[in-house]
C-alpha cells in the first residue's frame, strides 16, 4: 500500500487494534486456516481476518499492542 491516506488509516488501527484471546484448539468463526495452535492473545489483522491470520499468541494484551504499535508506519507486509 503507498496511498499515504491508505498508510495513515493503517497506522489508527494499529494504535488500537482488535486484540482476542482464543485458546489452543479453539476454531474461531473468522479464522482463517485451521485450529488455534497456541492460546494467547491474537492481534486481529486490518483486513479481513478471514484474508489473514491474526498474529500471536502474545503473553498478555500489552505485549500484543506494544507489537501492533511497532508496525504503524510499515507497509511491508
Ligand atoms: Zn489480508
Known amino acids: 500500500m503507498t496511498d499515504p491516506d491508505a498508510e495513515k488509516e493503517m497506522d489508527?488501527?494499529?494504535i488500537d487494534p482488535e486484540i482476542v484471546y482464543h485458546s489452543k484448539?479453539?476454531?474461531p468463526g473468522d479464522w482463517r486456516g485451521g485450529r488455534v495452535t497456541a492460546t494467547g492473545y491474537y492481534v486481529?489483522?486490518?483486513c479481513d481476518p478471514r484474508c489473514c491470520r491474526p498474529t500471536g499468541p502474545f503473553a498478555?494484551?500489552?505485549?500484543?499492542l506494544e507489537w501492533s504499535h511497532s508496525q504503524m508506519g510499515r507497509s511491508d507486509e
Not at 498478555?60 to 500484543?64: I, L
Open 44 to 46: 486481529y489483522p486490518y
Open 25 to 27: 484448539c479453539e476454531r
Open 60 to 64: 498478555d494484551k500489552e505485549t500484543a
Open 12 to 14: 489508527s488501527y494499529f
